[in-house]
């Protein structure tokens, strides 16, 4: 990082900001569907959830010391897309619980110090929301306008070109013969898209939030943030190939701005809150877009990150581009997994899942954890005559794998998707009391992280250029952390300059469980195949020291 980053860095990290839960906490993505099954029909629910919190955080090392979760939908629903496809923002769908069960949920986790935060997904509802069937009963419904709306070409195709994503990637448009216009969905059919132009839309989605902030939800993920707004003229895309290689008219308009300022206002305004947005895989440069002027969402989600190869220079690059992109005031967040992507643990290969989760907790940023990533859960094969999703996504949505037991512990019932092969070795009961495991590790690395400011909140600086260590200091005052990664299959001897020579160091965690915490010399510090270690470093003042 040249000395002009780093200045603007330090003064990125205002101490003042340092209270705030979602900077400084560690997220875990929960899918309900896949976590707890409490009433033996084979599908996740609220309660489930609920009955697991201890396994997230019950106030000791023994629990994963999680600060926030993030609840996927869990709205009446006719499930096309398993919940993302939403007929009623203010209920509970029964195969989840009812919103006593939610009530109850938000309670406990409050209770063990658990924020919980749940799904908005203002881009579009499903075609049974009351909204829509409204809008689609005649051309002049009072509702009509909600959606998107056009009348066909004169030869009867869609008023444009533009194109869902789901594969097989098709028409964003869908004929409703009763009224014979098109109407607009960036995904499925049964998801149309509502017209963000219209005020009454706006006004509709601040009531969800409020609905949901005044029965105690700490914040919102947002889906589809960035792709709220369409090009009210509906020009047509240059080609076909164009609307997929770059952002097209419908998606990401900066329109969208004005609508995400107003929701910070909203948010902030109301008490503690955060909204944390799913809105481009774009370079770090781009994406900061989101953040504003830190008047935007809190978060976005930096999906760059995810999609880098498993390389030391490709993840500090990444981390680099971030932190230099960031506006003032803004924070980073990292994150590995999701319901979206194959597993971590399964695109980097056996091995590497201890040295990716340290990465994600010792960065400088919000982690967000993917419920099973702690047990180094793996994509599952779904069978054809299994497959449930649209878009390939069943394997890393498979039940969380608690024990050994042919439910997994998810379930007394049949489970919606396949449980994992590995279940009888991969699950919490069997990782819970042996401390070589990758959950002990995680549980581990993640109380470490919230005893320690260098992590929670302290600076990052990059240090050197290997192609196979990533390594960088944390640093707080009181305390100077070194972190090195290994991304190689081979042992790597660190090679830190002046600062090895200077420096009493003393190793604090290793993702080798036979490596033991104690004195160590940096000039010697040899790194096994795969491995990264957090070692703490003399404190010298609040000065870095690390690029002399
Ligand atoms: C993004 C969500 O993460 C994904 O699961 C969903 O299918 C689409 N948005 C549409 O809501």
């Not at 009888?424 to 401390?435: A, F, I, L, S, Y």
């Not at 929670?456 to 100077?480: D, K, N």
């Amino acid at each position: 990082m040249a000395a002009s980053d780093l200045a603007r860095a330090r003064h990125r990290d205002p101490d003042g900001e340092r209270g705030s839960w979602w900077r400084h906490g560690v997220f875990y993505q929960i899918y309900p569907r896949s976590f707890q099954d409490s009433d033996g029909d084979g599908v996740g629910d609220l309660p489930g959830i609920t009955a697991r919190l201890n396994h997230l955080n019950d106030g000791t090392p023994g629990s994963l010391g999680i600060d926030a979760i993030w609840i996927s939908p869990f709205y009446r629903s006719p499930m096309a897309d398993f919940g993302y496809d939403v007929a009623d923002y203010r209920d509970v769908d029964p195969r989840f619980g009812t919103l006593h069960d939610f009530d109850e949920l938000l309670g406990q986790a409050h209770e063990r110090g658990i924020r919980v935060i749940v799904d908005l997904v203002p881009n579009h509802t499903s075609d049974q929301h009351p909204w829509f069937q409204e809008a689609r009963s005649s051309l002049h419904n009072p509702k009509r306008d909600w959606y998107v709306w056009a009348d066909p070409k004169p030869d009867g195709s869609p008023p444009n070109g533009w194109r869902s994503v789901f594969k097989p990637v098709g028409p964003a448009w869908t004929l409703d013969k009763a009224t014979g216009q098109y109407y607009l969905h960036l995904f499925l059919p049964q998801q149309p898209d509502l017209n963000w132009w219209n005020p009454e839309v706006r006004t509709a989605m601040d009531e969800v939030m409020r609905f949901w902030l005044d029965r105690g939800a700490d914040g919102f993920r947002v889906d589809v943030a960035a792709a709220l707004v369409h090009d009210p003229r509906l020009r047509e895309e240059p080609t076909a190939s164009g609307a997929r290689r770059r952002w097209p008219r419908y998606w990401g308009l900066p329109d969208v701005h004005e609508i995400h300022r107003h929701w910070r206002k909203l948010l902030d305004a109301s008490g503690d809150h955060m909204a944390v947005g799913e809105v481009s895989n774009d370079p770090a440069r781009r994406l900061v877009r989101y953040y504003g002027r830190n008047d935007e969402l809190h978060l976005s989600f930096y999906f760059h990150f995810m999609q880098q190869p498993w390389k030391a220079g490709a993840f500090r690059r990444a981390v680099a581009e971030f932190e230099a992109a960031l506006p003032e005031g803004t924070w980073p967040n990292y994150t590995l997994s999701n319901h979206d992507r194959p597993r971590a643990a399964s695109r980097y290969g056996p091995g590497r899942a201890r040295v990716a989760m340290m990465m994600l907790l010792t960065l400088r940023g919000t982690p967000f954890i993917y419920y099973g990533e702690e047990i180094a859960m793996t994509d599952v094969p779904v069978p054809a005559d299994r497959v449930v999703d649209v878009d390939g996504r069943d394997p890393e949505r498979t039940p969380m794998q608690w024990d050994s037991s042919d439910g997994a512990g998810f379930t007394s019932g049949s489970p919606w998707l396949p449980i994992g092969p590995d279940s009888g070795t991969v699950n919490v009961e069997r990782q819970r009391d042996d401390p070589a495991s990758m959950l002990s590790f995680t549980r581990r690395l993640s109380w470490f992280r919230r005893s320690s400011a260098a992590l929670r909140w302290g600076r990052f600086q990059a240090i050197g250029s290997s192609r196979t260590v990533f390594a960088f200091l944390r640093e707080a005052p009181g305390e100077r952390l070194l972190i090195a990664l290994n991304f190689s299959e081979t042992p790597r001897r660190l090679r830190l300059g002046s600062l090895a020579a200077t420096e009493p160091a003393r190793l604090e965690l290793s993702t080798d469980p036979a490596r033991r915490p104690g004195a160590v010399d940096l000039r010697r510090l040899e790194l096994g195949s795969n491995e990264g270690v957090v070692v703490r470093l003399r404190q010298r003042g609040n000065r870095w020291t690390a690029d002399r």
